[in-house]
């Protein structure tokens, strides 16, 4: 059995494995095919944040997988007022065929997994966002992307930073990563990812220049300056980030053909511009639609490995 809670813990070989077994199932459902590969199984989707692309995602792929995907919010189970980490670990995977959460620290997803007799799947920690990168792959390589990427990360060093680190270091492709003074990424992420892209050949570096980054890159992406729980920081690093809004101008210095990827939800005026955005719609809102058949081709892969 496996659990999904970073991509540090996948080859390239089985990340390419889940995101093909994703595009498939995207091709089946457009010809009206739903293979119903997890029937009967039932999926708890426990959220200790808001969520709108994940949620629906996971509870959509579900249904259409021919299982059931439970909603559980901390306002509603226990563990949200004290019951044990490890308590709620082995009484939902008594009841459920997998778990997905979304929460803060990475550690809590950690100690939940060590206790769960069914797969867990990190729906978001504060450290790794890894099914969003698996939606971001397919739609590299459905836009012609993916070969040859050179990726430029200009923003706040989070948990998509990290994520992008795994991604390119897993699968060998150049990362740039531009981040303001104080806001750069998890050294151990950083060091973790230099030592697996000495294998893979991917090319890693960081600096605190966006257009540097950005020159001649194939994919631009970004993320917000203020992740989920940084509510009360808002204000400051929006002075903090001067500089670093993607848009149309600093996508100028890209390769011609570049284009932009977000996760979802963006900040316009802030991480990103309106106009770079909307430019952009075809290729973010595909990006966003394919965490359906992303999340769904990683559910039925864990199915497979028990
Ligand atoms: N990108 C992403 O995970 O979106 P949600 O927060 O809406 O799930
Ligand atoms: N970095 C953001 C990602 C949202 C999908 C957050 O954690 O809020």
Redesign the pocket.
Known sequence: MRHFLTLKDYSKEEILEIVNIGLQIKKDLKAGIYKKELQMQTLAMIFEKSSTRTRVSFETGMFQLGGHALFLSNRDIHLGRGEPVKDTARVISSMCDMVMIRTFEHSMIEEFASYSKVPVING?TDSY?PV?LLADYMTMIEFGMSENAVVAYVGDG???TNSWLMLAAKLGFELRIATPKGYEVDEAVLRDALDMAKESGAVIKVMTDPKEAVRDATIVTT??WA??GQEDEKEQRIKDFKGFMVDGLMMCLADKNAKLLH?L?AYRGQEVSEELLEDNADIVFSEAQNRLHAQKGLMVWLDKQR
């Open positions: 978001l966002h969003q989070n948990n998509m993320d917000t992740s989920m996760c939800p």
